[in-house]
């Protein structure tokens, strides 16, 4: 039986269901909360998940990959008391965002990428829990020092565990492009790779070209208007699925429970948009209406996710 890592253990990849695989439980930095405890309320985020983890399960989703790292305050044991109370599983990452601390400047790509594989093989810290995805970063600075060594460290992760990597990306930048070339350059399989935030792009011979080298494509930050529309996001999924990409495409929000960044208040105010229920609220009516047929969606939502956690290498835990 195939089966993947979740916070409360291992799942069999055909018990996934509907998942959206790029969100976020908890983001914050690292470090704040350590120092200015009365800026955390972890009861009070406990029960603001509680109550998203069960309104995105009576949507009928019924997986979640956690893509949050290091330099975005991972807290293991907060994600795991998260996924205790939930009807929805979380599928959780190791990996590094783009602004990593000094650690990571400071220490070489083997080194990096034996902290991943630590937390796929052996668990994340004392917790227990063992990540099933490895997440890394490229933003608008590009490729800089820091962050080629934790995209080579994530591709030498990506091959001694046979788990996916799942990427962010400034799509305007194209930086899903060099992202994969440096992938290539370390030998990993391109379909193991999932090159995220391309929704944010309505740049068809960039998203093609993504998905012809063989990676899939997150189209996963419905609701944030401010990279793209929503009505162009739509159209540019549309588009790609009536020309057959439905096989390589996978969806979600980037959205949060809970951020340092932005309270719950200002969320509403400025992203109202931006949250666990929309892809099932608005975008797939809207896809729907759009010409994607209901197995597309289905294919999206349910066999991609499950594929790509499916694929690990043969006799590997
Ligand atoms: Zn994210």
């Given at each position: 039986?195939?089966?993947?890592?979740?916070?409360?253990?291992?799942?069999?990849?055909?018990?996934?269901?509907?998942?959206?695989?790029?969100?976020?439980?908890?983001?914050?930095?690292?470090?704040?909360?350590?120092?200015?405890?009365?800026?955390?309320?972890?009861?009070?985020?406990?029960?603001?998940?509680?109550?998203?983890?069960?309104?995105?399960?009576?949507?009928?989703?019924?997986?979640?990959?956690?893509?949050?790292?290091?330099?975005?305050?991972?807290?293991?044991?907060?994600?795991?008391?998260?996924?205790?109370?939930?009807?929805?599983?979380?599928?959780?990452?190791t990996g590094v965002?783009?602004?990593p601390?000094?650690?990571f400047?400071?220490h070489g790509v083997d080194e990096v990428a034996a902290l991943f594989i630590?937390?796929?093989?052996?668990?994340?810290?004392?917790?227990?829990?063992?990540?099933?995805?490895i997440?890394c970063?490229?933003?608008?600075?590009?490729?800089?020092?820091v962050i080629e060594n934790v995209l080579r460290a994530s591709a030498r992760a990506q091959?001694a565990?046979?788990?996916?990597i799942?990427?962010?990306?400034?799509?305007?930048?194209?930086?899903?492009?060099?992202?994969?070339?440096?992938?290539?350059?370390e030998?990993?399989?391109?379909?193991?790779?999932?090159?995220?935030?391309?929704?944010?792009?309505?740049?068809?011979?960039?998203?093609?070209?993504?998905?012809?080298?063989?990676?899939?494509?997150?189209?996963?930050?419905?609701?944030?208007?401010?990279?793209?529309?929503?009505?162009?996001?739509?159209?540019?999924?549309?588009?790609?699925?009536?020309?057959?990409?439905?096989?390589?495409?996978?969806?979600?929000?980037?959205?949060?429970?809970?951020?340092?960044?932005?309270?719950?208040?200002?969320?509403?105010?400025?992203?109202?948009?931006?949250?666990?229920?929309?892809?099932?609220?608005?975008?797939?009516?809207?896809?729907?209406?759009?010409?994607?047929?209901?197995?597309?969606?289905?294919?999206?939502?349910?066999?991609?996710?499950?594929?790509?956690?499916?694929?690990?290498?043969?006799?590997?835990?």
């Amino acid at each position: 039986m195939n089966t993947v890592d979740t916070a409360l253990g291992p799942v069999a990849t055909a018990e996934l269901g509907p998942t959206l695989m790029h969100e976020h439980i908890v983001t914050r930095s690292p470090g704040v909360q350590e120092n200015w405890p009365h800026l955390w309320d972890r009861t009070n985020i406990l029960e603001i998940a509680e109550r998203k983890m069960a309104d995105l399960h009576k949507r009928g989703i019924r997986t979640i990959v956690d893509l949050t790292t290091v330099d975005l305050g991972r807290d293991i044991d907060l994600i795991a008391a998260v996924a205790k109370r939930s009807p929805v599983r979380v599928i959780v990452a190791t990996g590094v965002w783009w602004m990593p601390q000094r650690y990571f400047t400071a220490h070489g790509v083997d080194e990096v990428a034996a902290l991943f594989i630590r937390d796929i093989t052996q668990g994340i810290g004392a917790s227990g829990v063992k990540a099933a995805i490895i997440k890394c970063a490229t933003d608008t600075a590009g490729v800089t020092p820091v962050i080629e060594n934790v995209l080579r460290a994530s591709a030498r992760a990506q091959k001694a565990t046979g788990v996916p990597i799942s990427t962010h990306t400034w799509a305007a930048g194209r930086s899903g492009e060099a992202q994969q070339a440096i992938f290539a350059q370390e030998g990993v399989d391109l379909s193991r790779v999932i090159i995220g935030h391309s929704g944010d792009s309505e740049d068809l011979g960039y998203l093609r070209g993504l998905m012809e080298r063989g990676s899939t494509i997150g189209m996963d930050r419905f609701g944030l208007e401010q990279y793209l529309p929503t009505a162009k996001r739509v159209e540019v999924l549309a588009k790609l699925c009536a020309e057959g990409y439905a096989g390589k495409m996978v969806l979600s929000h980037d959205a949060n429970c809970w951020s340092d960044m932005l309270s719950e208040d200002a969320k509403r105010r400025t992203r109202p948009l931006w949250h666990y229920n929309h892809i099932s609220d608005d975008i797939l009516p809207a896809l729907r209406k759009a010409g994607v047929a209901v197995d597309q969606i289905d294919q999206m939502l349910v066999r991609n996710p499950r594929a790509i956690f499916e694929a690990r290498k043969p006799g590997r835990a």
